[in-house]
C-alpha cells in the first residue's frame, strides 16, 4: 500500500527554526517533493530529493534518508508569510509515467 | 514561465447535472492530472494522461471521466454531478521525467447542490 503522514498542524515563531517531518511507505520510489500551499492557491514547488542527505535551498532546505522513509522541511530564519500548508509527495512509477502521492499537508502557522 | 489556467475559480451545479472543468498548459507538457483536494485527505488523483488521448485511471476515479484531444488541453468531466463531489478541483501538467515537479492550476471551487 501507499502511506505518506506527516503532522497535521504545527506553530512557530517569527525568527525561529521549524522541522516538518514526513514519513512514507510506498511501493515505489523515485525522489520526494516538497510543496507550500498558501490558503486558497496553488501548490508551488519547494524542493525535491531523490538521493540521501541534505538540500539547501535559500532558507528552506530538505533531508531524505530512503532506507528509513523519512524526509524532512527545515525553514530557517521563518517569516509570517511562511504560514502556509506544506505538502509531502512521492513520486513512482506508475505505469504509464510518474505519479505523486500526496501527505494529508502540514498547516504552519508562524506567530509574532 | 509554466501557465496552467483552468476555466473557472468557482463553479455552482445543481445534483445531476453533467459538469466540464477544462485545463489549459501552455509548456508542451506531456503529463496532465487531475486532482480534488477536501481537507483532511489532501489532495488526490482521479485521473491522468500522458499522451493525446492516452489516460490512466487514478485513485479515485468513479463518477468522473476525461478527455484529452490536444496536447495543452485537459478536460474533466463529471456525468452526473453529486453533493459528494463538491471539492477543490486542482489540474497540474509536468514533463515527463521523475524528477519534474508538478505545475499546478489555481483551482476549481464546485460546489453541487
Known amino acids: 500500500g501507499q502511506n505518506i503522514d506527516q503532522p497535521t498542524e504545527m506553530t512557530a515563531t517569527e525568527g525561529a527554526i521549524v522541522q516538518i517531518n514526513c514519513t512514507y511507505q510506498?511501493?515505489?520510489?523515485?525522489?520526494l517533493f516538497w510543496y507550500q500551499q498558501h490558503a486558497g492557491e496553488a501548490p508551488t514547488f519547494l524542493s525535491y530529493?531523490?538521493?540521501?542527505g541534505l538540500e539547501e535551498k535559500g532558507r528552506f532546505s530538505s533531508f531524505l534518508s530512503r532506507s528509513k522513509g523519512y524526509s524532512y522541511l527545515l525553514l530557517k530564519e521563518l517569516q509570517m508569510k511562511d504560514s502556509a500548508s506544506y505538502l509531502c509527495?512521492?513520486?513512482?512509477?506508475?505505469?504509464?509515467?510518474?505519479?505523486?502521492?500526496f501527505g494529508t499537508g502540514t498547516l504552519l502557522a508562524v506567530q509574532p | 514561465d509554466v501557465k496552467v489556467t483552468q476555466s473557472s475559480r468557482y463553479l455552482v451545479k445543481r445534483t445531476g447535472e453533467k459538469v466540464f472543468l477544462e485545463c489549459v498548459q501552455d509548456?508542451?507538457?506531456?503529463?496532465m492530472f487531475w486532482y480534488r483536494q477536501d481537507p483532511g485527505l489532501g489532495l488526490r488523483l482521479i485521473y491522468f494522461?500522458?499522451?493525446?488521448?492516452?489516460?490512466e485511471k487514478g485513485d479515485i476515479p468513479e463518477g468522473y471521466s476525461v478527455s484529452r484531444e490536444k496536447k495543452e488541453r485537459f478536460s474533466l468531466i463529471l456525468e452526473s454531478a453529486s453533493t459528494n463531489q463538491t471539492s477543490m478541483y486542482l489540474c497540474?501538467?509536468?514533463?515527463?521525467?521523475?524528477?519534474?515537479?508538478?505545475?499546478f492550476g489555481p483551482g476549481t471551487r464546485l460546489t453541487v447542490t
Open positions: 497540474a501538467s509536468s514533463s515527463g521525467g521523475a524528477s519534474y515537479e508538478q505545475y
Open positions: 510506498t511501493s515505489g520510489f523515485n525522489g
Open positions: 530529493n531523490v538521493l540521501d
Open positions: 509527495a512521492v513520486s513512482f512509477y506508475g505505469g504509464a509515467t510518474n505519479k505523486l502521492i
Open positions: 509548456m508542451d507538457h506531456e503529463n
Open positions: 494522461s500522458y499522451d493525446v488521448k492516452m489516460k
